[in-house]
């Protein structure tokens, strides 16, 4: 029995794009993976610890082998709580929103709870490695532009390009992707288009997931 992590990044539920796309997967997988257990956290009803200047000296503390106080080590087991939940899972599917070229700041602070040295990457031989291993991912991205490869807009794309780096990072190196844009430059039926394509091919995904 595998677990699916289901992590949604966008606030608007009902109306997002990505997680209409991401819905539509999971709920394929999960008519084909009866005995598999889903879990489903959109970020921003999810309890986040914050990641603030305790956390930041908790995480310094380890780094340096320096003892915390009561309140630092508090603060560090509510993270290791939270990067616990997430290698716990064998697959994950993300929704991501595009918001200002890049990820939502729920998503970032997520990402700042979940890489931690020692505990999802290490230096080993002066070389980054991942400490997560044999897990996937789907990533189902929201633009409400296009930012397509080969073209000057593609530089503008701090969302893909950025999650695709810190997945692999961490260990996550079997990742699929995606894309649905432009979800607002077109109009509602052309997004509307977009969005039927997009769960056509997130439908033909669950095989191989
Ligand atoms: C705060 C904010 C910033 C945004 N910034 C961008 C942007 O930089 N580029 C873009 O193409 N769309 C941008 N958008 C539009 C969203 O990417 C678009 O509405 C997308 O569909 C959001 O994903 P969702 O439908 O899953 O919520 C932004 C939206 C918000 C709310």
Redesign the pocket.
Known sequence: MATLLYIQA?P?IE?????AVASAFVEAYRAGHGDDRIVEMNLFETDLPPFDLLAVNAKYNVMHSREQSDEQRAAWDRIVAEINRFKAADKYVF?V?????SI?WRLKQYIDILVQPGLTFTIEDGRYKGLLEDKSALIVY????Q?PAGTDLNA?DHQKPYIETILPFIGITDVSAIV??????QGPDAAGQKQVAAIEKAKQLVGQF
């Open positions: 966008s608007r109306h997002s794009h990505s997680i929704a929103p595009m918001w200002n070229f939502p929201a633009r409400g532009g930012y503008f649905i844009e432009p979800t607002l430059q």
